[in-house]
């Protein structure tokens, strides 16, 4: 999105606010975990991965051992947390990260989800906290099967659908993947979960000067996935 810049008249307290403020971020990018604090998980990218794909295996033939010991998970994350992947996902309540990735406890995901699963400025704030200052390797957009925000986005493409409030600035983000994926052979709807969830995760590699400096350190990996609501498998997009 492009927004318009406009001269301000900045007094000399605001000015040096700004300036201080540009000084801490440019330190920041410049030394990879420069405001890290604490423990982070040793478990690397193609660990978290791994780890993952094993649980969702077991949420698919063993849904009954995902029972959890909360009382004490709650105990010993309490004080510090050292998740190993980040979610970003739809707030679809048919899924639930924790429990797609075979019922994951206490301390593990780093979560950020809303309608559509799409990184505006607060999400891309949530997934560089968690790879920059709690030191999470792996992150993955996650999107759905029969995705309600993506079929909106569709018909807005194909019907010129008008959404009312803030649903349609929100889905307005989705808009490109449907129109990059129209006509194409298969189901419209599928195909821009796909496409929108690619997207995505090309933005949030690229766009954050943050994740884009561990990504080069090797240091964090950005991957796209699809979750079935039918049969619960998580697919990992190429």
Not at 33 to 42: E, M, P, Y
Not at 79 to 96: L, Y
Not at 127 to 156: D, F, Q, T
Request: hydrophobic share 45%.
């Amino acid at each position: 999105m492009c927004v318009g810049c406009k001269t301000l008249e900045l007094g000399r307290h605001k000015f040096l606010s700004l300036a201080a403020a540009s000084i801490a971020s440019s330190a920041v990018l410049g030394a990879g975990h420069a405001f890290s604090a604490g423990d982070t998980t040793s478990v690397t990218a193609d660990e978290a991965l791994a780890r993952l794909k094993a649980g969702n295996e077991k949420y698919l033939s063993a849904p009954q051992v995902c029972a959890a010991d909360l009382s004490n998970q709650r105990e010993r994350v309490a004080k510090v947390q050292t998740p190993w992947a980040t979610v970003i996902t739809c707030s679809d309540s048919r899924v639930p990260p924790e429990l797609l990735f075979g019922g994951l406890g206490l301390g593990e995901l780093f979560v950020a989800r809303n309608a559509g699963n799409m990184v505006d400025t607060a999400t891309m704030g949530t997934i560089e906290y968690g790879a920059e200052h709690l030191g999470v390797p792996l992150i993955v957009v996650l999107g759905h099967e029969r995705c309600g925000a993506v079929a909106a986005a569709c018909e807005v493409v194909t019907k010129r659908t008008k959404l009312p409030g803030s649903i349609g600035p929100m889905v307005d983000a989705i808009v490109p993947a449907a129109k990059a994926v129209r006509g194409k052979p298969g189901d419209f709807v599928e195909n821009a979960v796909r496409e929108s969830a690619k997207r995505t995760a090309v933005k949030v590699a690229t766009k954050s000067a943050i994740v884009s400096h561990l990504i080069k350190e090797k240091k964090v990996k950005v991957i796209a996935a699809r979750y079935d609501l039918d049969d619960g498998r998580v697919e990992i997009l190429g």
